[in-house]
């Protein structure tokens, strides 16, 4: 069965800093990954995804994200954080089978000033 | 990319009392699903809505609960019946095309 696993509940970052919110993928075959990104009482916010190809990707605001499959993992990073990048973030590995998201239990993001 | 409408964005329901919750997509998706939130914390899938067909429910969530019809490929509503205070929470749903997921921006509920 697909999973993902974010072993963060919280990075705190300082502004400007690079920042980078792990997530680590459990699959049978190759991984559809994506990262989203939830600001307080809103929806979830597609960031990026990874399908094929290229193992850096590039997303919204700046994100990227690198998939390592030595490591299975699809850690998302920014080089310059922003207090406004505050906010909860989940990686999700789709389902071959089902086509659903399997979600990540999160990770909040605390960048400080 | 699909955008997705959803209805209500928030409601405060009495306990006992059904809610209807409805998700209009802009273009047409191959596959729709519900999920469940705490404030907080991850999403946890309720089902699968199947067009013209019963949904397909996770374990744990059982359709006299949960009754979802998709009469379209574009239309979807999720009921939460007979609320007590556990139902509340915030309900999201979800499609599917090619291989892009989009969301509605939830319903937050509190059941009283």
């Known amino acids: 069965a697909q999973s993902v696993a974010q072993p963060e509940d919280q990075v705190n970052v300082a502004e400007g800093n690079p920042l980078t919110v792990k997530c680590t993928y459990s699959?049978?075959?190759?991984?559809?990954l994506f990262w989203y990104v939830q600001y307080p009482n809103r929806g979830l916010q597609f960031l990026l995804k990874?399908?094929?190809?290229?193992?850096l990707v590039k997303g919204s605001y700046g994100f990227e994200a690198e998939f390592n499959k030595s490591q299975t993992s699809f850690h998302l990073k920014k080089p310059s954080a922003l207090v406004s990048d505050s906010a909860l973030y989940f990686c999700a590995v789709r389902d071959w089978s089902t086509d659903k998201l399997i979600f990540g239990t999160g990770t909040r993001l605390q960048v400080f000033p | 990319s699909a955008v997705i409408s959803q209805k209500p964005s928030r409601d405060i329901c009495q306990r006992g009392t059904s809610l209807t919750i409805q998700c209009q997509v802009d273009s047409q998706v191959t596959m729709m699903f519900w999920y469940r939130q705490q404030p907080g914390q991850s999403l946890t899938l309720i089902a699968t809505a199947n067009q013209g067909s019963e949904a397909t429910y996770e374990s744990g969530f059982v359709i006299d609960k949960f009754p979802i019809s998709r009469p379209n490929l574009t239309f979807s509503t999720l009921t939460v019946s007979n609320m007590s205070p556990e139902d509340s929470s915030i309900y999201l749903c979800s499609g599917t095309w090619d291989y892009g997921y989009t969301f509605g921006s939830g319903t937050r509920l509190t059941v009283v």
């Open positions: 990874y399908i094929t190809g290229d193992n």
């Open positions: 699959v049978s075959g190759n991984p559809y």
